[in-house]
C-alpha cells in the first residue's frame, strides 16, 4: 500500500530536550516536505527536499532541521523544543513538479511543556 | 507572495443540502490548485485538482471550477451527506511543488 509513515502519532514533551520525528514514504518520491498545522493558519511548510542530499527552508524554518539522506526518509529535528513549537506536523511526498499531489501521513502532535 | 484565501468555518448543514466553500487565489504565473480533505485524526487527502484555467475537478460528488478571470476554486457538492462532515483545504502549487494552503474550512453535517 502506497503510504506515508510518520512516527511517533503523539508526543508529549519538556523545552530543551532534542527530538526526532520520523518520515517514510515507499512510493518512491523525490518530493518531500514538512508542515504545521495551527489553528486558523492553516498548513504552512517548515522545510521540503527535491531530492538526496537536496533541502531548502519554507517559510516557518526557525527552530527546525531536516535531512535526506535516503530517498525515501526525511527526519524532522527539533534541536531545542519550545513551546511555540506545539503544533500538529505534517510530513507529505510527491512525485516532482507543481502539478502533482501530495501524499500526507496521518500527523504527529507534539506538545512542548 | 502567493496566497489562498477560504471562507471562514465552521460551516453547519443539513443532510442533503447544497455545499459552497468559496476559495480564492493570488499566484504570479500558472498554478495548479487543489482541493484536500483532513477526517478528524487523519492527515490531508486529496479530494481534486485542477492544473490549468476552465479545468474542472470532480471526485465523490465534489466539483471545483479553475476560473482564472475570478482567481477563484470553488468548492461544491449537490448534496451533502454526515460523511462529509471534515476540514476542507483549498491549496495552490507553484511550479516547484510548494504548496500555499488557505487555513481550512470546517464543516459539519447534521442528520
Known amino acids: 500500500e502506497a503510504q506515508v509513515t510518520q512516527n511517533p502519532r503523539y508526543l508529549i514533551t519538556v523545552t530543551g530536550k532534542k527530538l526526532t520525528v520520523t518520515c517514510s514514504q515507499n512510493m518512491n518520491h523525490e518530493y518531500m516536505s514538512w508542515y504545521r498545522q495551527d489553528p486558523g493558519l492553516g498548513l504552512r511548510q517548515i522545510y521540503y527536499s527535491m531530492n538526496v542530499e537536496v533541502t531548502d527552508k519554507g517559510d516557518v524554518p526557525e527552530g527546525y532541521k531536516v535531512s535526506r539522506k535516503e530517498k525515501r526518509n526525511f527526519p524532522l529535528i527539533l534541536e531545542s523544543p519550545s513551546p511555540n513549537q506545539t503544533s500538529l506536523y505534517f510530513c507529505a511526498s510527491s512525485p516532482l513538479g507543481g502539478n502533482q499531489p501530495q501524499h500526507f501521513g496521518d500527523g504527529t502532535r507534539l506538545s512542548i511543556l | 507572495g502567493d496566497s489562498v484565501t477560504q471562507m471562514e468555518g465552521p460551516v453547519t448543514l443539513s443532510e442533503e443540502a447544497f455545499l459552497t466553500i468559496n476559495c480564492t487565489y493570488t499566484?504570479?504565473?500558472?498554478?495548479?490548485l487543489f482541493w484536500y480533505v483532513q477526517y478528524p485524526g487523519e492527515g490531508l487527502q486529496l479530494l481534486l485538482k485542477a492544473t490549468k484555467a476552465d479545468d474542472k475537478g470532480s471526485n465523490k460528488g465534489f466539483e471545483a471550477t479553475y476560473r482564472k478571470e475570478t482567481t477563484s476554486f470553488h468548492l461544491e457538492k449537490g448534496s451533502v451527506q454526515v460523511s462529509d462532515s471534515a476540514v476542507y483545504f483549498c491549496?495552490?502549487?507553484?511550479?516547484?511543488?510548494?504548496?500555499?494552503f488557505g487555513q481550512g474550512t470546517e464543516l459539519s453535517v447534521k442528520p
Open positions: 499566484a504570479t504565473g500558472y498554478p495548479s
Open positions: 491549496a495552490l502549487s507553484d511550479q516547484g511543488g510548494k504548496l500555499i
